[in-house]
């Protein structure tokens, strides 16, 4: 197996990006894929939390990277799905304690053993973010229909396409349709005309998020919720799977257009 | 006010006047110019013009000096006294600038519009991005919010200019932005500087902003412009 590296980064704190690695690395494990997670957001790590491994870590990135412990001993296995496994960041360190060179040796030796490498980066443009990006086949760029959050997003695209690692691709999270039915927040159409890169996904405000991350158990396990439905479909179509981006109805009908002429 | 210090873009790079006044005053001034648009004149070429100014070689040597250590090199020195020449030619600079130059006057006169350089760049800029350039700048593509263009001459953008245009920027105000689609953060003109209004809009039709009357007035792009 040779895997794919993909790179989940943003920009922007706080817009999903340890939520969708935790629920694309489990939606991909669903699919009979083997996979690994990895936590590079060393000092504020979280994608344990998420997943729900915390209480099962013995090593961390660092430890491997500084030869405490072989890469193996490492690798925590998930609690629910035998092929995902997690490498967790350290939480007493910080970003120095690993370069983008050790991130991609790290990564070489894991690409024989699983199909995919979902690396989770910490927000921001600095070191954290090179060692994230540092050894991916492809990356994925979290936005969330916010000014601030597209504004961030811009900036880590126009750094992704100088360094070279072909195009990337976008995933909306957090779009709330009545909002922008209201014109009270940013459209699909609008994020993309200003990001030109190509959609990969569009994940809708959930509730059951934060329950499931919370509780440690990501949504994408979940049947009926739509934003687990939306996780899955994104895997598939990394898969190269032809799904097509489920309609979020975004456009107001003759009603509200009406009201809201009204209410001027 | 009289500048102690003007700068000019042209073709062939810098043209840097010192005005009267104290050596020290003069070079701090032109130092403290220089490097607040450092990024601007890097790598450019310097033709100093001194007037009848005597200067001596410590003295063009001080300026050689700073400003090498912003990455620009004295090429030239243009005067009227006989100790600059001597200086000059002992520091193996030129003495004479091209003909096309104006003549020697202790305060020179702006560089026409058009006969400024200008570059064409053939890309979006996106948030981050900068594009820094003495003279006109032509971008084919967008200005996203959080890029922006600097230039000494005229700024058009073929695209959405979203983000900031700072057009005439070493102090010409009959500098021009002109956009495709102008729905700038913030433009400016010289030392003008104007913000769209605060309700969202889009525009239909390019526009052209100029400095009119003291302000940054922005205009539709009329069939009758000439």
């Not at chain 1, 935790?22 to 504020?44: E, F, K």
């Not at chain 2, 052209?208 to 009758?224: F, L, M, P």
Request: charged residues 25%; glycine residues 10%; contains cysteine.
């Amino acid at each position: 197996m040779r895997a794919t590296v993909v790179t989940i980064t943003s920009g922007k704190g706080g817009v999903g990006k340890t939520t969708i690695t935790a629920n694309l690395s489990v939606a991909l494990a669903m699919l009979g894929q083997r996979v690994i997670a990895i936590d590079t957001d060393i000092g504020l790590r979280n994608l344990d939390v998420v997943m729900g491994l915390e209480n099962r870590i013995v090593y961390d990135l660092v430890d491997v990277v500084e030869g405490r412990c072989r890469l193996r001993q490492a690798l925590i296995r998930d609690k629910r799905l035998s092929e995902l496994f997690l490498l967790p960041a350290a939480q007493t360190r910080d970003k120095s304690a690993v370069n983008p060179e050790q991130m991609v040796r790290l990564c070489d030796q894991l690409r024989p053993e699983f199909d995919y490498v979902m690396i989770d980066s910490p927000a921001g443009i600095e070191q954290g973010y090179r060692n994230a990006v540092a050894p991916s086949d492809r990356v994925l760029i979290i936005t969330t229909p916010e000014v601030s959050a597209v504004r961030d997003a811009d900036r880590i695209v126009g750094l992704v396409e100088a360094g070279e690692k072909g195009p990337p691709k976008l995933i909306i999270n957090r779009l709330n349709p009545a909002m922008v039915r209201r014109e009270q927040m940013l459209s699909t159409a609008d994020v993309v005309e200003i990001l030109a890169i190509d959609l990969i996904g569009v994940v809708p405000e959930d509730p059951a998020v934060i329950v499931s991350t919370n509780r440690g158990s990501p949504v994408a396990l979940d049947g009926r919720s739509p934003s687990g439905q939306a996780f899955r479909n994104i895997a598939g179509r990394l898969m190269g799977k032809d799904i097509p981006i489920m309609p979020i109805k975004e456009s107001a009908n003759v009603l509200e257009r009406l009201s809201r002429l009204v209410r001027g | 006010m009289t500048e102690l210090v003007t700068i000019r873009g042209t073709s062939e790079g810098l043209i840097i006047t010192l005005g009267p006044g104290s050596f020290d005053t003069v070079v701090g001034d032109m130092e403290e110019r220089l490097a607040a648009r450092a990024s601007f004149f890097r790598g450019g070429r310097v033709a100093l013009r001194v007037g009848d100014r005597s200067m001596s070689v410590d003295q063009l040597q001080t300026i050689g000096a700073i400003l090498e250590r912003l990455g620009m090199t004295l090429w030239a020195v243009d005067g009227d006294h006989p100790a600059t020449h001597v200086a000059a030619r002992e520091l193996e600079l030129e003495v004479d600038l091209r003909p096309s130059a104006p003549p020697t006057t202790a305060t020179s006169e702006p560089i026409p519009l058009e006969e400024m350089a200008g570059i064409v760049v053939r890309r979006t800029l996106r948030s981050g991005q900068a594009v820094h350039y003495p003279g006109h700048v032509t971008l084919i593509g967008d200005v996203n919010p959080g890029a922006e263009i600097v230039a000494g001459g005229d700024i058009i953008v073929w695209g959405r200019l979203r983000g900031n245009a700072h057009a005439g920027a070493m102090g010409d105000e009959q500098a021009v932005i002109c956009a495709l689609q102008m729905q700038p953060n913030q433009i400016r003109i010289g030392s003008h500087i104007a913000r769209p209004p605060d309700r969202a809009w889009r525009p239909k039709t390019p526009e052209k902003a100029s400095v009119q009357d003291g302000g940054i007035v922005v205009e539709r792009w009329k069939k009758s412009e000439s």
